[in-house]
């Protein structure tokens, strides 16, 4: 499910006091990213030169519609042959894991970015540390110098 909330009916422009009565909208689908081997045997990714949102200019925190870099890093890893791109925050010199609803498991451990690093605090994030710490598996949060990102790499 998809929920957009608009700010009403109202005349061009950015101001929001121009528009009156905000809107909901309400979309339900299923949605199959990729192929079903995909989530069996994993993808190719490719770490690539678009940059995730600056956390001082847009908030992460925030779940908007806003998905331009993401759109230009998808077509980016395509067209270097890879289903998946991964983004790296303003930080990227240090070549640390910075993007969004990644996980890797190295050595029985489950290791995704912090929240610190710019990404979503979303409900896929939650439920899959919780279901990792349900089932006894460490959780950490990076990022961590044993962490580079290598391009491209096989995620599962």
Same mark, same amino acid.
């Given at each position: 499910?998809?929920? *957009?909330? &608009?700010?009403?009916?109202?005349?061009?422009? !950015?101001? @929001?006091?121009?528009? $009156?009565?905000?809107?909901?909208?309400? /979309?339900?689908?299923?949605?199959?990213?990729?192929?079903?081997?995909?989530?069996?045997?994993?993808?190719?990714?490719?770490? *690539?030169? &678009?940059?995730?949102?600056?956390?001082?200019? !847009?908030? @992460?925190?925030?779940? $908007?519609?806003?998905?331009?870099?993401? /759109?230009?890093?998808?077509?980016?890893?395509?067209?270097?042959?890879?289903?998946?791109?991964?983004?790296?925050?303003?930080?990227?010199?240090?070549?640390?894991?910075?993007?969004?609803?990644?996980?890797?498991?190295?050595?029985?451990?489950?290791?995704?970015?912090?929240?610190?690093?710019?990404?979503?605090?979303?409900?896929?994030?939650?439920?899959?540390?919780?279901?990792?710490?349900?089932?006894?598996?460490?959780?950490?949060?990076?990022?961590?110098?044993?962490?580079?990102?290598?391009?491209?790499?096989?995620?599962?």
């Amino acid at each position: 499910m998809r929920l *957009v909330v &608009t700010r009403g009916v109202g005349t061009l422009g !950015l101001d @929001p006091n121009r528009c $009156s009565a905000p809107q909901v909208i309400i /979309i339900a689908d299923c949605i199959a990213l990729y192929p079903r081997e995909y989530y069996e045997q994993g993808l190719h990714i490719v770490t *690539v030169s &678009t940059m995730r949102n600056h956390p001082a200019a !847009l908030s @992460p925190r925030i779940k $908007s519609l806003n998905y331009l870099n993401n /759109i230009l890093a998808k077509i980016e890893g395509l067209q270097a042959g890879c289903e998946e791109a991964l983004m790296l925050n303003q930080k990227r010199r240090s070549r640390r894991m910075y993007c969004d609803n990644i996980f890797l498991v190295r050595k029985g451990e489950l290791l995704t970015p912090s929240v610190e690093a710019g990404i979503l605090e979303g409900i896929t994030r939650a439920v899959v540390i919780e279901l990792a710490r349900e089932l006894k598996i460490p959780v950490r949060e990076t990022p961590s110098p044993n962490t580079t990102c290598t391009s491209p790499m096989n995620a599962s």
